[in-house]
């Protein structure tokens, strides 16, 4: 009886493995990152989803953001060429780099949170710094900010770790039976 329920628990284990294993890759996934600014009177953090590579080499659109902006919730993404408006502005892009030290272009990415409200933080080369523009035409008064991100691990990989170790912890249990049989 106590066989019976080894191999039936080592079998279980098995599946749980293998079905761990296919959750591990998924087909595609998008890539987050988590994000924060911060300038005299503004704090923004969040996440960023990234979708397809962007019109600009090394770059990712980001299709979607999550987060708050000094403590308002930010409640979408705006579309692509939709913010800032003015006559002298340069609209959003909404690429993102993640593999260089300048995460955003001049278009930078825009948002509104839910009071309404609509930012842009992109990066001003003219003066080596981010900067937030929160009104439909931007100006050289725009704060500038400090930007960081950090990727954030795929669960995938997590799930590929647990499936191992269910592997191992099913191996050592089959071993542990076999040397058990051979002495009965």
Known sequence: MKLKQSLLLAGV???VAAGMLMA???VSAAQLYNFSYSGTGINATGTLTLG???TDPGSFLITGMTGERNGVAISSLLPVGSY???PDTVPNDNLFF???DIKLTF???SFQTVDGN???PYYDSAVSSYRECNTPTCAAEDPKLTFSSTAVPEPASVL????????????KGKKKLAAQKAEA
Not at 160 to 171: E, I, M, R, S, Y
């Open 13 to 15: 284990s098995q599946a």
């Open 24 to 26: 591990s890759s998924p």
């Open 52 to 54: 397809d590579p962007g």
């Open 84 to 86: 800032p408006t003015g």
């Open 98 to 100: 993640p593999n260089q």
């Open 107 to 109: 278009a930078g990415l």
């Open 118 to 120: 609509k930012y842009n």
């Open 160 to 171: 590929g770790l647990l499936a191992f170790g269910a592997l191992g912890a099913t191996l």
